[in-house]
């Protein structure tokens, strides 16, 4: 399979590309050459801005395209116009984020999505969901059964620049009394990246067409369940302490990103999205103690991003003050 990659060299692509090419297929890459540049220079790469001249695609073809980087509908539509012609199937990088209710229990593909306030709303931070399902729509408008629509949940592993999944990881390994979210039964649900770009491919080898939830595991997990098997998979003599909502609340602890992945009752559907369409296809998905053990190998202790997880003296205080209570 010939392949072109919109983007490639940051998290989900680079992963892309190493399944594309141990499966035998020949990617190529379009992107700007700023993110990783050096990375993979046996393969193809294009040099290009997707905003702006597209003149580097004149005739070429191939038989899919993958979009990893389209945040904005007017920027996926140039890449889908230009394209049209060009490749088999486009498959799209969305985000489970389109749907309209976060807090939604076992949304399928066919939950209504996010609407913009304006059609030429371009705000990613406030309205990342709704311009995906208008990214969608572009697509969808252009490909028709042409079109694979992937939405994903949290994405996880190694070289993950978001530190969400990480943070736990690194957390787990350090050990000791660990602060964990509200109540061990809280669901979660990621998908390793490695095994979402498998699928993507199995997808298009497939020649399927329409909208994909795309997370995992395949039998639901809760938060108590994913911190044991993550402790177990590190060997680390990590123990959690499950405070209450209030208590959080009474302290300003931020869901999401000082506790990542737990996302309060207001975003619990993100961690509840329907799988069976995905694992009806061929989604396959690897024991999640292996993408722990891979992504404590990756990230070391290597510093997370900014305001992601609590760091230790804020952590020892929240526990000092929950242990008082
Ligand atoms: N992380 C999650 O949990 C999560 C969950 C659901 C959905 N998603 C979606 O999954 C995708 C993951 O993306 P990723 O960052 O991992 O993909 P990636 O393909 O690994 O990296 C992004 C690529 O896009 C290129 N790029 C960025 N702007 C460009 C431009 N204007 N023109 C050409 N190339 C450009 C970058 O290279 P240059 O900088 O060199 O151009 C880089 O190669 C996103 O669409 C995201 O919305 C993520």
């Known amino acids: ?105 076992r949304q399928d593909e066919h939950a209504p999505r996010a609407q913009l306030p304006g059609d030429d709303c371009e705000d990613i931070p406030n309205h990342y969901g709704a311009l995906k399902a208008a990214c969608e729509d572009e697509v969808q408008r252009l490909f028709g059964e042409r079109a694979i629509l992937l939405r994903p949940g949290l994405i996880v592993g190694p070289f993950d620049p978001s530190g969400r999944f990480t943070y736990w990881v690194q957390r787990v390994a350090r050990g000791g009394a660990v602060l964990a979210p509200p109540s061990p039964a ?59 909502a209030a208590f959080l609340e009474r302290h300003g602890v931020a869901p999401w990103t000082e506790l990542p992945l737990y996302a309060g009752e207001g975003g619990r559907g993100l961690n509840e999205v329907s799988l069976a369409r995905a694992l009806s296809d061929g989604l396959r998905l690897r024991p999640i103690g292996e993408t722990c053990v891979d992504t404590a190998r990756w990230a070391g202790d290597a510093p997370l991003p900014e305001g992601i997880g609590l760091d230790g003296k804020r952590e020892a205080e929240l526990l000092r003050a929950w242990q008082a209570r």
């Open 1 to 105: 399979m010939r392949l072109l990659i919109l983007g490639g060299t940051r998290f989900l692509g680079r992963h892309l590309v190493e399944a594309a090419l141990a499966r035998g297929a020949q990617p190529t890459l379009l992107n700007r050459g700023r993110t990783a540049p050096g990375l993979f220079p046996a393969v193809e790469q294009l040099r290009g801005d997707r905003e702006g001249d597209l003149q580097v695609l004149r005739g070429r073809t191939w038989d899919a395209v993958i979009d990893t980087c389209g945040y904005l509908p007017r920027v996926v539509r140039r890449s889908a116009q230009a394209l049209r012609d060009a490749v088999g199937r486009y498959l799209f990088v969305s985000s489970i984020s389109v749907y309209a209710d976060a807090a939604a229990s």
């Open 186 to 244: 809280y669901p979660v649900q990621f998908i390793d990246a490695r095994d979402l770009a498998a699928w993507m491919l199995e997808l298009l080898h497939r020649q399927r067409s329409g909208a994909f939830n795309a997370s995992g595991p395949a039998a639901p997990l809760s938060f108590g369940g994913f911190l044991e098997q993550c402790r177990q998979a590190l060997g680390a003599p990590a123990e959690f302490v499950w405070p209450d």
